[in-house]
């Protein structure tokens, strides 16, 4: 660590920062173009060779391996404290910790996911060539960022801020994510910050010529956002709820009454009225997002006001709920718990459910509980769901709603599953209430509007306390209500078929990458076998 050159210290950290930046609230999302670039300079130009250079500046190597890491994991630990600080404020107002323990949850979940950073920092320091070639690394440096994305999707199960994200406004560029999901747009980022921070690892001569290069490229890339793409027809028109309902409410049966009654009332008025330009002539779903009212599919006194609310507004309803299913365990019935969604048809019928597939750890089960007891309050407030199985979409009429319930708006490989088994429009049920004022309504948002893009869909999402939206096939959110208001928005939507690349194949793109990285690491450690072998030889 002391071996480390206070520069490289000072570029992880301006690499932090603006990394945060990009994210919503901030939003810088032009500085996504140089945010690496800082890092990758660091990573490359770490620790001193022992010798000065020509101007007497000191000459600067590569770090080594484990300086790598510790760089790189340093800037993923703060970059993750910039972007998730919510999960403090979430874990002490709702999960029952106090501020120490909160502080210290978020704390160990920076940790952790810094490690993806450290990891990224440590592969690249292993592709660079021998003798100071740092050529090999820095055409590897895509590859791998990539392919550690890939696997916080699939191996933590937290691909939270994925770096493409940040162009989810840039039009022309974030259509490449119906060829290769969101991690195509993460490659581009990462391939300017590359050619960025070439430009201050070569002689200073070649400097200038490749820094305007590298940012005129980036100039290009960002004009992308002032094209506006072509008006989306919609031909139907959902009524989405935002019910606005405290995550702190104290239930008793006249409470619970009274909000059914007014949800129910807002429900009707809202659909009462024609609607121009749709094929029915009228709002032909409602959606009820996802909330923390103990809302239970099995519970006749929910079950009645919303069968009651299709039969007067002659409409499909889709409502977040709390699904039951009784199961034999030891040979005694017991009853599992899910988030659900149920689907009731015009004459008030219950006709399906989904369950949701991918649980948030913490807040709808806890993972190895003995290990993590001190966060079991959070559970406690929540509850103890069981996992679905399916991603079947749901069957309402002549519509197929593709239906996936918040957190799991985030995972681009599992909401495709939902067009590619025949969803002709989304449904994202959330309830955002959890975060609070903090900026990750926002982030979240983004990222559900780039699962639009990647499969060409429609997507409804009705949430508790916002944003609720219409957002169309281009990842534009054409319709929408102000935060925490109890109210209803007519949302327009249309249904489509046809299915992306993308939406076909999956994440290919991002196993591509993973595959060239091993390659590329392959490749490197035979050279230095070759080398190894070839001065014992000369010995």
Not at 84 to 107: E, N, R, V
Not at 170 to 190: D, K
Not at 332 to 339: K, L, P
Not at 393 to 412: Q, T
Request: with cysteine; hydrophobic share 45%; proline share 5%.
């Amino acid at each position: 660590m002391r071996q480390i050159h206070p520069s490289a210290w000072l570029l992880a950290g301006l690499s932090s920062l603006l990394q945060v930046l990009i994210f919503p609230l901030p939003g810088w999302y032009v500085l996504s173009w140089v945010a690496f670039a800082p890092l990758i300079v660091a990573l490359l130009r770490a620790r001193p060779a022992g010798i000065l250079e020509i101007d007497g500046s000191v000459d600067l190597q590569a770090a080594k391996p484990g300086q790598a890491f510790l760089l790189a994991y340093v800037s993923g630990v703060l970059w993750y404290a910039g972007t998730c600080y919510w999960i403090y404020d979430t874990m002490h107002q709702y999960g029952g910790l106090s501020k120490p323990l909160a502080l210290l949850a978020l704390f160990l979940f920076c940790l952790y996911l810094g490690l993806y950073h450290g990891f990224f920092g440590l592969l690249l320091s292993l592709a660079v060539g021998p003798g100071r070639d740092n050529r090999r690394a820095l055409l590897a440096a895509p590859f791998l960022w990539v392919a550690v994305e890939l696997a916080r999707t699939y191996v933590t199960g937290f691909p939270w801020n994925l770096l493409g994200t940040a162009q989810v406004d840039n039009i022309s560029l974030s259509r490449i994510t119906t060829w290769t999901g969101v991690y195509g747009v993460s490659f581009e980022i990462m391939l300017v910050n590359v050619a960025v921070a070439t430009a201050f690892l070569v002689p200073r001569k070649k400097r200038n010529v490749l820094l305007i290069a590298s940012l005129t490229a980036a100039t290009v890339l960002q004009a992308g956002r002032l094209v506006d793409a072509p008006v989306v027809p919609a031909d139907h028109a959902a009524l989405l709820v935002q019910e606005n309902i405290p995550v702190d409410t104290t239930w008793t049966r006249d409470n619970f009454q009274r909000t059914l009654r007014e949800l129910t009332d807002l429900s009707v008025k809202g659909t009462s009225a024609s609607v121009p330009g749709t094929e029915a002539g009228k709002i032909d779903l409602i959606a009820w997002p996802e909330s923390p009212a103990p809302f239970f599919t099995s519970d006749r006194l929910f079950r009645e006001p919303v069968s009651q609310t299709a039969r007067t507004a002659h409409s499909w309803v889709v409502t977040g709920a709390i699904g039951t299913t009784s199961a034999m365990q030891n040979g005694t019935t017991a009853s599992q718990v899910f988030n659900s969604a149920a689907l009731v048809s015009p004459s008030g019928d219950w006709t399906a459910r989904y369950d949701k597939v991918h649980l948030v750890p913490f807040g709808e089960y806890l993972p190895f509980p003995k290990l993590f007891a001190f966060a079991g309050g959070l559970t406690k407030e929540v509850g103890e769901f069981q996992a679905g199985v399916s991603r079947a979409p749901l069957d309402a009429g002549d519509k197929r709603l593709g239906v996936f319930i918040c957190y799991e708006s985030v995972f681009p490989g599992e909401v495709r599953q939902f067009a590619n088994q025949g969803a002709q429009v989304f449904v994202n049920l959330s309830n955002d209430a959890w975060y609070g004022d903090s900026g990750a309504y926002a982030q979240h948002l983004n990222q559900t509007r780039v699962r639009a893009i990647e499969n060409d869909r429609w997507i409804l999402s009705a949430t508790n306390t916002g944003v609720t939206g219409s957002i169309d096939p281009y990842g534009r959110t054409v319709a929408r209500l102000p935060r925490k208001e109890r109210a209803v928005l007519v949302a327009p939507y249309a249904l489509t078929s046809v299915t992306t690349f993308y939406t076909r194949h999956g994440d290919w793109f991002a196993w591509l990458c993973a595959i060239i990285s091993a390659g590329a690491l392959l490749t490197r450690f035979g050279l230095h076998l070759k080398s190894g072998k070839k001065a014992e030889a000369s010995s």
